[in-house]
């Protein structure tokens, strides 16, 4: 099941939450991965839950 990467998150599309995978484009996602805040790159496979 996929999971959140953002730093404390544990939020899963198990639990409902709608998961966004990392852009695939470079530019954007090191735009994502500075804004998610941790000091790591992302997998092909990082997810992020989307919370309205």
């Given amino acids: ?20 995978i990392f852009p ?5 996602r090191a735009l994502w991965a500075i804004n998610v805040g941790k000091n790591w790159t992302p997998t092909k496979n990082a997810y992020l839950c989307e919370v309205k």
Avoid: L, Q, T
């Fill in 24 to 28: 695939r484009d470079v530019e954007r």
């Fill in 1 to 20: 099941m996929v999971g959140c990467a953002a730093p404390f998150c544990n939020n899963s599309a198990a639990k409902g939450y709608i998961m966004k």
